[in-house]
């Protein structure tokens, strides 16, 4: 069964203080490992789609990367509007479904 | 182009009532997808569709739970009779993968809750 963890579940940092968030994974077969930003009371926002091991993508001060196994969403210097919950997803080849982790909830304070 | 547009926003039911939420996805997108997010379980897919045939189905919970998709531009989901553990956010995605992209494009949610 495919399966998603993200760890921490909630992260705090000071403006300014880089650090990453991880996503270990579990799949019959990838499709694609997704990452998505939540803010509250709204939908989830695309980021990124990492389709092979070795793959980097970068968007602002985030950059997810992705191993046979795990993917890290690393933040540089971070703005408290960074602050939200992140969210990774893996697609397996068997359909386009998307299975979530629960989710990293990213505080960054002034 | 206005997004995935899902209604209500907010629905606040009792326990046996019938709720009916509604999705309209991009317009183009063949591909649409139900999904529920609760503080437990996060955020799980409950069925989708591809040009609006059913594909996957497996997450629907039970028979209380049914969806259609009557045309490209519609979607329902229905839940009869609802339950207090029904109380969570409905989220509603569409793709267009002809286009060459597989980035799920999500509505704002419906948040129900059913007392």
């Known amino acids: 069964e495919d399966q998603v963890t993200q760890s921490p579940e909630a992260l705090r940092l000071q403006e300014g203080e880089s650090s990453s968030l991880n996503c270990s994974y579990t799949v019959s077969g990838l499709r694609g490992l997704f990452w998505y930003r939540q803010d509250p009371g709204k939908g989830p926002e695309f980021l990124f789609t990492?389709?092979?091991a070795g793959e980097e993508k970068e968007k602002e001060r985030l950059k997810a990367t992705l191993t046979k196994k795990e993917s890290f969403l690393h933040i540089t210097a971070p703005k408290p509007e960074d602050s939200a919950t992140y969210l990774c997803a893996v697609q397996a080849l068997s359909g386009y479904a998307l299975n979530f982790g629960k989710g990293t909830s990213l505080l960054v304070t002034p | 182009d206005a997004g995935v547009i899902q209604s209500p926003r907010h629905e606040v039911t009792e326990m046996g009532q019938e709720v009916t939420l509604r999705c309209k996805p991009i317009?183009?997108?063949?591909?649409l997808f139900w999904y529920r997010q609760t503080m437990m379980r996060g955020l799980e897919l409950l069925i989708y569709f591809n040009n609006n045939v059913p594909i996957d189905d497996s997450g629907m919970p039970e028979d209380r739970f049914s969806a259609k998709m009557p045309n490209a531009s519609f979607s329902t989901l229905k839940i009869q009779p609802s339950e207090p553990r029904d109380s969570a956010v409905y989220f509603c995605?569409?793709?267009?993968?002809?286009?060459?992209?597989?980035?799920?494009?999500f509505g704002p949610g419906t948040r129900l809750t059913v007392l």
């Open positions: 995605a569409s793709i267009r993968l002809a286009g060459g992209s597989n980035e799920q494009f």
């Open positions: 990492l389709y092979s």
């Open positions: 317009s183009g997108h063949d591909y």
